[in-house]
C-alpha cells in the first residue's frame, strides 16, 4: 500500500473516502454499502456491538482488510494503531519507537514522545514485562513519531487509565487543531466531539 | 445484495456438465474396459518388465500421465482464478486436488505392485516417474491441506491459488532434477514403458487407457465441481435465512 | 520508495533470531544432533559415513529452515506487526525477503560456516573441497530458506503450522536437495551441478518473495 505524503490545508479537500463498501463473514454479510468521507480536522467515531465490523471497516479503510464490494480512495498518508500494538515480547518502548522511526525515515525525539507519553520510567523495559496500558501508551506513541493527515484507531482507550485518555484525547485536539482526521472505534464515550458517527 | 449476487452463477457449466458428464463417465468406462481387457488378456507378457505383473502397467502409466496433467489443470485453473476471479475456476482447481492426489497414489500403488515381484523391492529410488509422481502427491496434499486449515472460503481460495502457482512453477523444475538424479543411477533397468521403441500392441491399449482414464477424470471433476456449486449455494441460501432477509 | 523499511526489517529479524541467546543455539544445536547422532544410529564404518555425510548435512539444513521460519510470519500477524509492515513504503516482498535472508543468516549459514568439521567428524578427506562444499550449502540453504518462508507465509495464521509448513515446503526443496548433493559428489554430473545450483537457488530467491508477500497480505486480511 502507497502512503501519500502531501500535505492538506484546503478545505473542499477531502483526506479519506469510502463508497459503498461491503463484505462478507462466511456467508453472511458483515455490511454492505458503507460509503463516509473524512475532511481535515474532522474526526469520526464509529459505534456498535462486539463483531458488528468496527474492526474490519478499520482494516479496509488502511487497506488491511480487502473489501468485497466498493472501494476506498487513500488521498493521504495515515497512521494506523489497532487492537494489537506490534509489540514484540523482547521489544521496549525506546527500541519500538526508534524502529518504527527508523523504518518510517522519520526524524523524531524519541526521547521526548517517550516523556509526553508517560512512558520514561518504562522506556526500557521489555514489553513482556509492561502493562497492557504501558503497551498501549508505546503503540499510540507511534502517532508522535511522524507527522500524517489521517489517524485509523482501534479502541485507543483500551487499557488506558484516567491520565492516559487524557494525553490521547490533547494528542487528538492537536491532531486536529493542524488539519489532521481522525477514524476512531470506540466503547461508550469517546471524550472528544464528533463530527460525525457511524453505527453499525 | 449486489456482492452475493456477484458471484457467477454458473447456469451454463450446470447445463453442460448435466450431459457432458454421463458420456464422458460411460466413455471413460468403456475405453478402461477395452484397455485392460487388452493389458490383462490378450497383449502378450514381457518377461524382462517382469511377466505378467508388467500388465499393471496399463494402470500405471496412464495414472502418472493423469498425476502430471492433474496438477498443470490445477495450476492453470488457480492462475485463472487469481487474475479473473472466476468462481467456477477456483471451484475446479478444488475439485481437482483430491481426484489428483488419487490417481498419484494408484500410480505410485501399482508401481510399487511391478517393483516388488520384478526387482524386489516395494519401492525404487531410481525410477524417475515414481519420484516425480511421489512429490506431486506431497503437493497435492499440501495444496489440500493448505485450504483446509484457512478460516473462510474466500481464504482458502485466495491461499490455495498462491501455493498451485508456486508449485505449478516449480513442478518442471523438480521434473528436470529428478530425471537428472535418477539418470545417473540408471543400472537397474527401470520400468521404461514408453516412447516410440515400445511396440504398437502394447501402445494402442496404453493410450485408449491414458484417453479413458481422462475422460473418467474429467467426469469425476465435473460431479465434484456440481457438488460443490450446489454445497455454496445452500450455505448462501441458509445465511440468507438466517438473516431474515 | 526507500530501502529504511527493508533495512529495519532485516535488523529486527535478526536481533529477534538472536532474542534469548537461541539464536546461536539452534544451528549448534542440529550441528550436534547430525554429527553425533547419526553415527551413534547407523554405525561407524568410516566408508559409510563419507558416503552418508552430505545427505546428513542436507536434511539438518532442510530441518534447520523449517523450524525457524514457523515463527517468524506467525508472531507478526499475533502481535500485530504485520499490519504495520504491510502499511509501509517498500514492497512487502522486499520486507518478505529481507526477514526470511535475516534467518538464514542465523540458522542457516552458521550451518554451511560448519560443514567442513561436520565433514571431517564424517570422514571426508581434508582439503579444498570442503570450502566449495561450504559454499554449496551455503546456497542451498538459502533456498530452502526462501522456499520455506513461503510456507511459512502460508501458514501464518494457522495454529501449530510447523507440519503443514513442512509439507507445502517439502516438494520445493527437492530440486535443491537434488543437485546440491549431486554438486557435492565428484561422481557424475559433476560440472552442471553446482551452476544447477546456483540457477534452482536464484530462481528461488526471484519467485518466493512475491509468493511470501501474496500470503503475508492474505494473512492480514
Request: contains cysteine; hydrophobic residues 55%.
Amino acid at each position: 500500500m502507497q502512503l501519500g505524503q502531501r500535505v492538506y490545508s484546503g478545505d473542499d479537500v477531502q483526506l479519506l473516502t469510502a463508497s459503498g463498501l461491503g463484505i462478507l463473514r462466511g456467508e453472511r454479510v458483515l455490511f454492505e454499502g458503507v460509503s463516509l468521507t473524512v475532511a481535515p480536522g474532522e474526526a469520526m467515531v464509529l459505534r456498535g456491538p462486539n463483531g458488528a465490523g468496527k474492526t474490519t471497516l478499520l482494516r479496509m479503510l488502511a487497506g488491511l482488510t480487502r473489501p468485497e464490494a466498493g472501494r476506498v480512495n487513500r488521498d493521504a498518508a495515515l497512521h494506523w494503531v489497532g487492537h494489537r500494538d506490534g509489540l514484540k515480547p523482547n521489544e521496549t518502548p525506546r527500541t519500538h519507537l526508534k524502529l518504527w522511526a527508523k523504518a518510517w525515515g522519520a526524524d523524531a525525539d524519541v526521547d521526548a514522545i517517550l516523556n509526553d507519553m508517560g512512558l520514561s520510567r518504562p522506556a526500557d523495559v521489555a514489553a513482556r514485562y509492561l502493562s497492557a496500558g504501558q503497551r498501549r501508551r508505546t503503540a499510540l506513541a507511534r502517532l508522535m513519531l511522524e507527522k500524517r493527515p489521517v489517524w485509523l484507531l482501534d479502541e485507543p482507550f483500551t487499557a488506558l487509565d484516567a491520565e492516559g485518555r487524557d494525553r490521547v484525547l490533547a494528542m487528538v485536539a492537536g491532531h486536529r487543531q493542524g488539519g489532521g482526521a481522525v477514524v476512531a472505534a470506540v466503547h461508550g464515550d469517546a471524550g472528544f466531539a464528533a463530527s460525525r458517527e457511524m453505527v453499525l | 445484495m449486489g456482492m452475493l449476487s456477484a458471484f457467477a452463477n454458473p447456469h451454463r457449466f450446470l447445463a453442460l456438465s448435466n450431459w457432458l458428464a454421463p458420456l464422458f463417465y460411460a466413455l471413460g468406462a468403456a475405453l478402461i474396459g477395452w484397455g485392460l481387457w487388452q493389458g490383462l488378456w490378450i497383449v502378450p507378457k514381457d518377461e524382462y518388465q517382469g511377466g505378467d505383473i508388467m500388465r499393471v502397467m496399463f494402470i500405471h502409466v496412464p495414472a502418472a500421465w493423469l498425476a502430471m496433467a492433474s496438477y498443470s489443470a490445477m495450476a492453470v485453473a488457480s492462475f485463472t482464478w487469481f487474475i479473473w476471479r472466476h468462481e467456477l475456476a477456483d471451484i475446479a482447481a478444488k475439485a481437482i486436488a483430491p481426484l489428483g492426489a488419487t490417481w498419484t497414489a494408484l500410480c505410485l500403488a501399482t508401481g510399487s505392485v511391478w517393483g516388488k515381484p520384478t526387482w524386489g523391492t516395494w519401492w525404487q529410488w531410481d525410477d524417475a516417474r515414481m519420484m516425480s509422481v511421489l512429490f506431486l502427491l506431497f503437493l497435492f496434499l499440501g495444496y489440500m491441506a493448505l485450504r483446509a486449515a484457512m478460516d473462510s472460503r474466500q481464504k482458502a481460495a485466495r491461499a490455495g491459488a498462491i501455493l498451485a502457482m508456486v508449485g505449478g512453477l516449480n513442478v518442471p523444475l523438480i521434473k528436470f532434477s529428478v530425471d537428472m538424479f535418477t539418470s545417473l543411477h540408471q543400472d537397474s533397468s527401470v520400468i521404461t514403458s514408453e516412447g516410440p521403441k515400445m511396440a504398437a500392441v502394447y501402445l494402442w491399449p496404453l493410450l485408449m487407457s491414458g484417453l479413458g482414464h481422462s475422460l473418467l477424470f474429467g467426469a469425476l471433476v465435473m460431479t465434484l465441481m456440481r457438488a460443490e456449486i450446489w454445497t455454496r449455494r445452500a450455505a448462501r441460501q441458509r445465511a440468507r435465512l438466517l438473516a431474515g432477509a | 520508495m526507500s530501502p529504511a523499511p527493508i533495512l529495519s526489517a532485516f535488523r529486527q529479524a535478526l536481533g529477534e533470531a538472536w532474542a534469548g541467546g537461541a539464536g546461536a543455539l539452534l544451528p549448534l544445536g542440529f550441528f550436534a544432533g547430525a554429527a553425533v547422532l547419526v553415527p551413534l544410529g547407523i554405525g561407524t564404518e568410516p566408508g559409510m559415513l563419507r558416503a552418508v555425510g552430505p545427505g546428513i548435512l542436507w536434511v539438518s539444513l532442510a530441518l534447520s529452515s523449517l523450524v525457524t521460519l514457523e515463527r517468524i510470519f506467525q508472531a507478526d500477524v499475533e502481535d500485530g506487526a504485520l499490519d504495520l509492515w504491510l502499511q509501509t513504503s517498500a514492497p512487502v516482498s522486499a520486507i518478505a525477503a529481507a526477514k526470511t535472508f535475516a534467518h538464514w543468516l542465523t540458522a542457516g549459514l552458521p550451518l554451511a560456516l560448519m560443514s567442513p568439521v561436520l565433514a571431517l567428524m564424517f570422514q571426508a578427506e581434508a582439503g579444498t573441497d570442503l570450502l566449495s562444499g561450504a559454499l554449496i550449502y551455503g546456497l542451498g540453504g538459502l533456498a530452502f530458506f526462501f522456499w520455506g518462508g513461503v510456507g511459512a507465509a502460508l501458514s501464518a495464521t494457522v495454529r501449530r503450522g510447523g507440519l503443514l509448513i513442512a509439507l507445502i515446503a517439502l516438494p520445493l526443496y527437492v530440486p535443491t536437495a537434488i543437485f546440491g548433493s549431486m554438486a557435492m559428489s565428484d561422481a557424475a554430473g559433476g560440472d552442471s551441478a553446482p551452476l544447477l545450483l546456483v540457477a534452482s537457488t536464484l530462481f528461488s530467491l526471484a519467485l518466493a518473495p512475491f509468493a511470501m508477500a501474496a500470503a503475508l497480505r492474505l494473512a492480514a486480511d
